[in-house]
C-alpha cells in the first residue's frame, strides 16, 4: 500500500471521528439511553466509549502511517539550525 | 491536628520540589540543549506526564468544573471531546515531523522549525511575536486563576498576593537551576499527584452524597435537564462545532508543548504518548465534569462565577478538612506544573530565537541569559497579576483561539511543498488582525456567519497559505529537498 493511499485512510479515521463527535442527531438519545455502571448518562458515557475509540483509532494511525526513522535521517546535519 | 497535618502535607509537597530542583542542577549540563530540551533524551513517561501535566491547568478542576454545573454532562463532550482524539492525533500529524527536523537540523523551537522550512527569518519573527503575545497573557490569566483558587481554598487565609508569589516562587525554585528537566521530573511527581487525588476525592465525594446512582438519581429527578445537551442553549450545535476549533488544536501550537514533543528521545516514546493520552484526558476531566454536575444538585443555586467554587465548596461541606489540604496540594501541583512550563517556554523563545538577532553568544552564556530571564519574566507576570489590567485579560480570552489559527501554516508547511514565505506570512498575520476585529467587536457578529471567530479565521488561514503560496514564486528545490527529502526517507523508503 503507498504512503499516500496511507495517509488517506488516516485522513478518513479523522474525518470519522470529527463525524461521531458532531453527532448531533445522536442528542435525542440523551434521556432515552440507559444508565451506564448506573450513573453515567448517554452525554457521558458516549464520551467514555469515545475515548476507547480514540485509544483504537491512534493505533491504526500509528501502524498505518507512523514509521520510526532510519538511524541516518537523525544523524545531526551540521552547519544547520542551532546545534551546540 | 489537621492544622499541622495540612502544614506538614504542604510542606512535605514543598521539599520534594525543591529536591527535584538541587538534584536536576546537579545532573544538567550548562548547555543550552540541556538547559531547554534536556539533550533531547526524554522517555515514554517523561514526555506523557510533562505534555499532560502543562496541557491541564486550573481551568480543568476549577473553571470546568464551573461550566458543568450549569450546563450538565454536556459539558464533558462540549469542551474536551474533540481534544480526546485530536489533540494526541496532532502529535503525529505536526510533532512527529517536527521532531524528525529538530533532530536533524538541531531546531529546538516553532520559530526555528518553521523559519528553518521556508528558509526565512521573517516567518521565524513572526512566529515568535505571535507565540509570546498570546502565552504571556496567558500565563498571566494561569497565574491569576491558580492565585484565586488558592485563595478560596485556604479559606482567604492565604491571601491572593501571597498565593500568586508563593506560587510563582516556587515554580522558579526548581526551574532556574534545572531547566526542562527540573519541570519534567516536577511534572511526573505533581501529574500523579493530581490524577491520584482527583479520582479518591470523585469516590470520596460519591460516598458522602450517598453514592454514584444516588446522587445520579437525584439528578434525574431534581435537574434532569442536565442529562439533556439539547436544553443546554450554551452548547447549542453551531457552537459545539466551533468549539472544536478553539482549544483542542490548540494544543500542539502552545510553545510549551510543542518543546516538549523535540524533546523527546525517539519516535516510539511519542507513539506511546499519542497512543494513550486519550485516555488520560478522559479521566481527568471526566471527574471535573462529575464533581460539577453532582455540585448542581448537592449545593444548587450558586450563580454565575460562584459556580467556578463548587469543588472547594463540596470538599468543604461534605468532606472532611484532610480533603481539603489534599484539594490544595491538587489545586498547586495543577497551576505550577502548567505555569513553570509556560515561563520556561518564553524564556527559550526569547533566549532562542530574539536575543540571537541581536548578539551571538555561546551556549553556557544563553544558560546563564535564561535564568536572568526566568526572574524578569516571573516578575513581570507576578506583577501584572497583582494589577489585572483589562488589556492583558482581554487578550488571554481568545489567546486559544489565537494559537488555532496558526495550525494550517504549522501543517502546511510540514505536508506541501508548493507552501511558501509568502503564504506563511500573510497566513499567519492576515487571520490574526481577523481574529482581534471579531473579538474586540470591531466587525459586526453577522460576518462570522453565526461561528465563533476561531473557525473563518481558521478557513481564513488555509485560503491564504494556498492563494498567496500560488500567487508567489515557488520555494527552490533546494530548500524543498532539506525538509522533504527527509520525509521522504522516513516514510517511503526514499521513493513516493
Known amino acids: 500500500m503507498s504512503f499516500k493511499v496511507r495517509l488517506a485512510l488516516v485522513s478518513l479515521i479523522v474525518l470519522i471521528m470529527f463525524i461521531l463527535h458532531n453527532s448531533f442527531w445522536l442528542w435525542d438519545l440523551d434521556d432515552r439511553v ?51 | 491536628m489537621s492544622n499541622t497535618l495540612g502544614i506538614g502535607v504542604v510542606l512535605l509537597y514543598f521539599t520534594v520540589l525543591v529536591g527535584i530542583g538541587i538534584y536536576g542542577a546537579k545532573v544538567s549540563l550548562k548547555t543550552r540543549e540541556d538547559y531547554f530540551l534536556a539533550s533531547r533524551g526524554l522517555g515514554s513517561i517523561a514526555v506523557f506526564m510533562a505534555l499532560f501535566a502543562s496541557n491541564i491547568t486550573a481551568f480543568t478542576i476549577i473553571g470546568h468544573a464551573g461550566f458543568a454545573y450549569g ?5 464533558y463532550g462540549y469542551v474536551i471531546g474533540w481534544s480526546i482524539f485530536i489533540t494526541p492525533f496532532t502529535y503525529y500529524l505536526v510533532g512527529y515531523r517536527s521532531w524528525l527536523l529538530g533532530k536533524r537540523y538541531g531546531y529546538a523551537t516553532q520559530p526555528q522549525v518553521f523559519g ?18 498570546y502565552t504571556l497573557p496567558y500565563l498571566v490569566v494561569s497565574i491569576i486563576g491558580g492565585s484565586l483558587a488558592f485563595t478560596t481554598i485556604t479559606d482567604g487565609v492565604i491571601p491572593y498576593w501571597l498565593s500568586s508569589l508563593v506560587i510563582i516562587g516556587i515554580s522558579l525554585v526548581y526551574t532556574i537551576p534545572a531547566g526542562l528537566r527540573g519541570t519534567v521530573w516536577t511534572d511526573i511527581f505533581q501529574g500523579a499527584i493530581f490524577l491520584t487525588v482527583a479520582c479518591l476525592l470523585l469516590m470520596a465525594l460519591a460516598r458522602a452524597l450517598g453514592g454514584f446512582s444516588a446522587i445520579t438519581g437525584q ?172 488589556a492583558i485579560l482581554s487578550i488571554a480570552a481568545f489567546a486559544f483561539s489565537g494559537f488555532s489559527v496558526m495550525l494550517p501554516v504549522m501543517i502546511g508547511a510540514l505536508y506541501w511543498p508548493r507552501a511558501n514565505k509568502y ?18 467587536e470591531i466587525l459586526p457578529k453577522w460576518t462570522t456567519f453565526g461561528f465563533m471567530p476561531v473557525f473563518p479565521a481558521f478557513i481564513l488561514a488555509i485560503l491564504t497559505l494556498v492563494v498567496v503560496s500560488y500567487l508567489s514564486p515557488a ?16 516514510f517511503t523508503g526514499g521513493g513516493n
Open chain 2, 219 to 390: 439528578i434525574m429527578v431534581e435537574n434532569p435537564a442536565m442529562l439533556q445537551r439539547s436544553l443546554s442553549p450554551g452548547i447549542a450545535p453551531i457552537n459545539w462545532f466551533s468549539f472544536a476549533f478553539v482549544n483542542s488544536i490548540a494544543v500542539i501550537v502552545f510553545p510549551q508543548m510543542f518543546t516538549r514533543i523535540l524533546a523527546a528521545r525517539s519516535s516510539s516514546n511519542l507513539k506511546r504518548v499519542s497512543l494513550y493520552y486519550p485516555l488520560a484526558l478522559a479521566a481527568i476531566f471526566g471527574v471535573s465534569t462529575l464533581l460539577g454536575v453532582w455540585g448542581s444538585v448537592a449545593i444548587p443555586g450558586l450563580e454565575g462565577k460562584d459556580a467556578d467554587n463548587i469543588v472547594p465548596m463540596l470538599i468543604h461541606q461534605f468532606l472532611s478538612p484532610v480533603w481539603m489540604i489534599l484539594g490544595l496540594v491538587v489545586i498547586l501541583a495543577i497551576v505550577k506544573s502548567s505555569i513553570d512550563s509556560q515561563l520556561l517556554s518564553v524564556t527559550h523563545l526569547v533566549t532562542d530565537d530574539l536575543l540571537p538577532r541581536f548578539k551571538r553568544f555561546t551556549s553556557e552564556t544563553a544558560v546563564f541569559w535564561g535564568r536572568i530571564l526566568l526572574v524578569v519574566f516571573a516578575a513581570a507576570a507576578y506583577y501584572i497579576a497583582l494589577v489585572r489590567p483589562a
Open chain 2, 71 to 75: 450546563t450538565g454532562y454536556g459539558a
Open chain 1, 34 to 84: 440507559p444508565l451506564l455502571f448506573g450513573f453515567m448518562p448517554f452525554a457521558f458515557s458516549f464520551y467514555v466509549g469515545y475515548s476507547i475509540l480514540a485509544l483504537i483509532a491512534m493505533r491504526i494511525i500509528i501502524r498505518l502511517a507512523w514509521p520510526d526513522p532510519p538511524a541516518e535521517v537523525l544523524e545531526p546535519h551540521r552547519g544547520e539550525g542551532h546545534l551546540e
Open chain 2, 116 to 133: 528553518g522550512i521556508f528558509d526565512s527569518k521573517l516567518v521565524a519573527l513572526i512566529f515568535l511575536v505571535l507565540l509570546l503575545y
Open chain 2, 423 to 440: 503564504g506563511a506570512c500573510a497566513a499567519l498575520i492576515f487571520p490574526a488582525i481577523m481574529l482581534h476585529l471579531w473579538y474586540l
Open chain 2, 475 to 490: 520555494p527552490s528545490q533546494e530548500q524543498k529537498e532539506k525538509t522533504f527529502g527527509i520525509f521522504d526517507k522516513v
